[in-house]
């Protein structure tokens, strides 16, 4: 079993609708959570970060993380063509610091048509 | 700054055949790491690196060497080539005061 399971998709949702993004993971040491965005051909980038439990919004983004259920998700609102990207979930263990050690999930594929 | 670079952009390789995949930073980070990516695996990490002079195995690094004589660099070397080593290589580094990696624009691989 992997570490960090998330759905491959694709996704397909038109424009203006909610997206739920959803990871789950098996090593209760993960103490922070990332969300990474990935366009086609390029390198990801990161979208939001969040430690431990609970929710972070930042514009139309929500990420939450449920640590008792080891169940982290992402949330698109008002979704646009330009979302239309793979969205890689990844975890880290570490107390402080980053040295450089993520575990990734499999990413979701996105599509938002018009 | 121009970030995260990585060269090649694009490596075919016979079975067998060597060659470094080259990685370089600008920002004076601390940590570099190096992923590969295939389709339905998502980004693993090959090795990683916390500073000059110290590095670590990850998740898959048989077959593949690295060193960090400079903060900046941190090349990938392929001592053998195999069909199996057919990927998309990104190389990232980040700070030791953020989580966010910067991730350069990857090396895509064929090993024929």
């Known amino acids: 079993q992997k570490e960090v399971e998330q759905d491959p998709g694709p996704l397909s949702v038109p424009e203006g609708a909610i997206v739920s993004l959803n990871c789950t993971y098996s090593?209760?040491?993960?103490?922070?959570f990332m969300w990474y965005r990935q366009y086609s051909r390029k390198g990801p980038e990161l979208l939001m970060y969040t430690y431990s439990s609970g929710n972070k919004e930042d514009g139309r983004f929500t990420a939450q993380v449920d640590k008792s259920s080891k169940y982290i998700s992402l949330f698109i609102r008002d979704s646009q063509p330009s979302d239309s990207a793979t969205y890689l979930c990844a975890m880290s263990g570490l107390i402080s610091g980053n040295t450089g050690k993520l575990i990734f999930g499999q990413g979701t594929t996105l599509q938002v048509k018009p | 700054n121009a970030g995260v670079t990585q060269t090649p952009k694009f490596q075919v390789l016979k079975t067998g055949q060597s060659m470094t995949l080259q990685c370089a930073q600008d920002?004076?980070?601390?940590?570099m790491s190096w992923y590969r990516q295939d389709p339905g695996m998502g980004l693993r990490l090959i090795h990683y690196?916390?500073?000059?002079?110290?590095?670590d195995q990850g998740e898959v690094p048989n077959g593949y060497n690295v060193s960090r004589s400079t903060t900046e660099d941190f090349p990938l070397r392929l001592l053998s080539a195999a069909p199996s080593q057919t990927s998309v290589y990104f190389c990232?580094?980040?700070?030791?005061?953020?989580?966010?990696?910067?991730f350069g624009p990857g090396t895509r691989l064929t090993v024929t």
């Open positions: 090593n209760s040491a993960f103490q922070y």
């Open positions: 690196s916390v500073g000059a002079g110290i590095t």
């Open positions: 990232a580094s980040g700070s030791g005061t953020s989580y966010e990696q910067y």
């Open positions: 920002m004076n980070h601390e940590y």
